[in-house]
């Protein structure tokens, strides 16, 4: 069993900047780490994946604005998040994928095996 623990959400102005960390409990080698995000009335989405060897994924709509890093040696996965809109309000939730080897655009909600319990991102107008 492995447990996720998010850290940095928050309130931010629109055009705003956010980091979001995530710390794992056990080991992450492997295994794609990431964000998804869930806005009220709406389904879980990805937002940002990052493979073991450092390749990413980013949803069109944080393209150039997100940056998502990990560092293996201690088992955490970041989120840096620039230009926020008012449309990136939800509540974000950190991942780790259930298969080895793949890649960060193979992740999706149906290969998650562990979440985090997810931080309130709020970017006002």
């Known amino acids: 069993q492995v447990q996720l623990a998010e850290s940095g959400g928050g309130l931010v102005q629109a055009g705003g900047s956010l980091r979001l960390s995530c710390a794992a409990s056990?080991?992450?080698?492997?295994?794609?780490m990431g964000w998804f995000r869930q806005a009220p009335g709406s389904n879980r989405e990805p937002v940002a994946s990052?493979?073991?060897?450092?390749?990413?994924y980013y949803a069109d709509s944080v393209t150039g604005r997100f940056t998502v890093s990990r560092d293996n040696s201690k088992n955490t996965v970041s989120l840096q998040m620039n230009s926020l809109k008012p449309e990136d309000t939800a509540v974000y939730f950190c991942?780790?994928?259930?298969?080895?080897?793949?890649?960060?655009?193979?992740?999706?909600?149906?290969?998650?095996?562990?979440w985090g319990q997810g931080t309130q991102v709020t970017v006002s107008s």
């Open positions: 056990g080991p992450t080698v492997g295994r794609v």
């Open positions: 990052i493979s073991y060897n450092g390749g990413t």
């Open positions: 991942a780790l994928d259930r298969n080895f080897w793949t890649t960060a655009s193979e992740m999706g909600t149906a290969t998650v095996a562990y």
